[in-house]
């Protein structure tokens, strides 16, 4: 397995999760390492990303979620604060060697790990 998502869970509107994403030495090192997630019969969207010291994140979760990379440990944390019912969705992370400009469009993953479930309801 090379790329192991965990953490979700159920919260209230308002509190928080943080998602870790184990990922294999070999993408660890030269990968770039994105969140996505998918509500249902919604199609899956970009999230969040990390690649070196630089982050990326959808518009609806700026300022709520930070991206997050332990190198020693080969895993990406997703910190999720004020979440809020939308945010709930099956998350999923992957990863990529795109060009940084590309890092938000799916298609270019090629590393997938299994959903973990986000479910924000009170």
């Known amino acids: 397995v090379q790329l192991q998502a965990s953490g979700g869970g159920l919260v209230q509107p308002g509190g928080s999760l943080r998602l870790s994403c184990a990922a294999s030495?070999?993408?660890?090192?030269?990968?770039?390492i994105g969140w996505f997630r998918q509500a249902p019969g919604n199609e899956r969207e970009f999230v969040a990303c990390?690649?070196?010291?630089?982050?990326k994140y959808t518009d609806a979760v700026r300022g709520r979620f930070t991206i997050s990379r332990d190198t020693a440990k080969n895993t990406v944390y997703l910190q999720m604060n004020s979440l809020k019912p939308e945010d709930t969705a099956a998350y999923y992370c992957?990863?990529?060697?795109?060009?940084?400009?590309?890092?938000?469009?799916?298609?270019?993953?090629?590393?997938w790990g299994q959903g973990t479930q986000v479910t924000v309801s009170s």
């Open positions: 992957a990863a990529t060697t795109v060009v940084w400009g590309r890092v938000t469009e799916e298609e270019h993953y090629r590393y």
């Open positions: 030495a070999f993408l660890s090192r030269s990968h770039t």
């Open positions: 990390v690649r070196s010291g630089n982050t």
